[in-house]
């Protein structure tokens, strides 16, 4: 800020100030004047008066900004985006009321989806996100607003540490459960598991899970998900307390556990209603018993379970809209179909201040002064060192024909660019930095046929997945975050990453298809759907007939995905299947 510049640039140093060796030697050779209040002693005392309170004013300047605003004093060395409106192009201080203008964003963009009553600078995220975003044509229902205050209050009353919570946890240990005259509290405990953009999804799923069936959601912080995420609620953690009694046994829950639903069916070996907690395995290698989570009549039997403790990696949200117990409230709380991750994304999931950081610093660097913003998100599953020229050809292909990025002039070196020529900002994600190395080039070398100005850039390529990395960790969800804030995006099959960024951002991306043997496919490309992500290991059993059944034509919004034909999505538009 030009604040922090004032003192180090424009000050000048009052401990030699220009000619005092000057003005001093002529005084004292001056008999005249040795004594009294002579004008040349008089000029010098007020020059250098002027010099120091200069000095004092500066510094009580930044004095006043760091004691405000000390989070962000490194940040703003280089210039984030807390003070920038790339939507309006104008600058705004920091010293301006955040918490009016959360509301209005939440009021005018959100529609009041979020609570009120947080502190801005725990989550500068949350308060300034609307900052970069369009305003979403998709507007949360009035009857999701009110379920959501709802389960706000209920948080807080069964939430960790309440009377409630110490109450079930003391009959967990006792392996009791509890009277309902001492708790009514019942809860989903998330295990962390899988990578970042499985996580995202899956904990929303359990959200909406724990929403319809008026439980308490609470998080196992995993390594790092306490680093990556705001908390999303003023007044009550949603992290599950580290003391816990079963964490221990996390990591250790599979199928064949004792406690785990699908094994109890499988085996007969306990009364569901004898155990102080179910383990629910919905993760990609899930077994028949297992699938029958998804089935009414076992519904029915958690009724009276406190503690389902929850391990996936399936964004499973498509398969609740069809049981019939959760049909009518979920036609309330999502009259639009494929808003469901829209609004849950944009309800719990805010990058904490080390990321948002990350965010704003590259989004101001690259991405702000564009007129428009295309994001292109590659995931590679094929074997072997990249890039390859496959993919850069089906990534290319995609772009130019769905006009989303222009042709370049081989023939001529310049074309004389007109009165409104346009930039476009490439946001490229990938862990290889060669398909943005090859981009880059064919745009530096040629001019487009459009005049158009294309500039291509790339956070981070770490060459290979690490989950277990928090650093890395911590680059993907800034980048996803970014893939958000563009205006169209292209995105891989199969990779939840992408299905992240678009629901959040509220965009119908087109979608890569999977290259097989090698070769670019023809077309290279569709629209999605909807912005919803695909479930990708649906059941596919009637519940009641007690056969096998294709789930994806039961009902009209519940669809095969466009990626993976077996997989299942929200749509909302028959018309566009």
Avoid at 161 to 183: C, F, H, R, W
Wanted: hydrophobic letters at 35%; glycine letters at 6%; one cysteine or more.
């Amino acid at each position: 800020m030009k604040r922090h510049n004032r003192s180090s640039n424009g000050v000048v140093d009052a401990s030699d100030p220009p000619g005092s060796n000057d003005l001093e030697s002529r005084v004292v050779e001056d008999g005249g004047f040795r004594h009294g209040l002579n004008p040349l002693r008089f000029v010098g005392v007020f020059v250098i008066c002027l010099m120091g309170f200069s000095v004092f004013f500066s510094f009580s300047l930044i004095l006043k900004d760091s004691s405000t605003h000390a989070l962000w004093a490194v940040a703003e060395a280089t210039r984030t985006l807390d003070d920038f409106n790339p939507q309006q192009n104008t600058v705004t201080s920091l010293e301006s009321d955040s918490s009016h203008l959360f509301e209005v964003w939440n009021d005018e963009v959100l529609g009041g989806l979020l609570p009120g009553g947080f502190d801005a600078k725990s989550c500068l995220s949350r308060h300034h996100s609307g900052s970069y975003r369009k305003e979403s044509q998709y507007k949360p229902s009035s009857y999701l607003l009110s379920r959501l205050r709802s389960y706000e209050s209920h948080l807080k009353r069964c939430g960790p540490y309440t009377m409630s919570y110490n109450i079930t946890v003391d009959k967990l240990k006792a392996g009791q459960q509890p009277n309902p005259s001492e708790s009514d509290c019942k809860y989903v405990v998330w295990i962390s598991y899988s990578g970042l953009g499985n996580r995202i999804l899956t904990l929303a799923s359990a959200f909406l899970y724990a929403l319809l069936t008026n439980r308490v959601l609470l998080v196992d912080r995993g390594t790092d998900m306490a680093d990556l995420f705001c908390e999303p609620f003023p007044e009550m953690s949603w992290f599950l307390p580290l003391d816990f009694p079963i964490s221990n046994q996390f990591n250790k829950f599979d199928q064949r556990s004792p406690h785990s639903y699908g094994n109890i069916l499988k085996n007969a070996t306990l009364e569901k209603s004898d155990t102080p907690f179910l383990y629910l395995h919905l993760a990609h290698d899930y077994g028949d018993h297992d699938k029958l989570f998804f089935c009414e009549q076992d519904q029915a039997a958690f009724q009276n379970i406190n503690w389902l403790i929850i391990k996936t990696d399936n964004y499973f949200i498509p398969s609740l809209f069809l049981i019939p117990s959760f049909e009518q409230e979920l036609s309330s709380l999502f009259p639009e179909k494929e808003t469901v991750f829209h609004f849950l994304g944009r309800y719990l999931f805010y990058p904490t201040n080390s990321i948002w950081g990350l965010i704003t610093r590259f989004y101001e660097a690259y991405l702000a002064k564009a007129d428009e913003r295309i994001g292109i998100q590659i995931r590679v599953f094929d074997t072997g060192v990249g890039p390859f020229q496959h993919v850069l050809d089906q990534i290319l292909a995609c772009a130019m024909k769905e006009n989303l990025l222009p042709e370049v002039d081989e023939n001529n070196q310049i074309i004389v660019p007109s009165t409104n020529q346009k930039t476009k900002a490439v946001l490229m994600t990938s862990l290889s930095s060669g398909y943005l190395d090859k981009v880059r080039d064919i745009y530096w070398e040629h001019p487009t046929v459009t005049g158009e100005i294309i500039g291509v850039y790339q956070p981070s390529h770490e060459e290979y997945q690490q989950t277990e990395k928090k650093m890395q960790n911590k680059k993907a969800w800034a980048e996803m975050y970014l893939l958000s804030l563009t205006d169209k995006l292209v995105t891989s099959s199969w990779s939840t990453f992408g299905y992240v960024a678009q629901g959040l951002g509220g965009l119908k991306p087109w979608i890569l298809y999977k290259p097989e043997n090698a070769t670019a496919p023809d077309p290279p490309c569709r629209r999605a759907m909807s912005m919803e992500p695909c479930f990708h290991a649906p059941p596919f059993y009637d519940c009641k007939k007690k056969t096998g059944i294709d789930t994806g034509a039961v009902v009209p919004h519940v669809r095969h995905c466009e990626d993976m034909s077996w997989g299942l999505k929200l749509v909302d538009h028959v018309s566009d299947l």
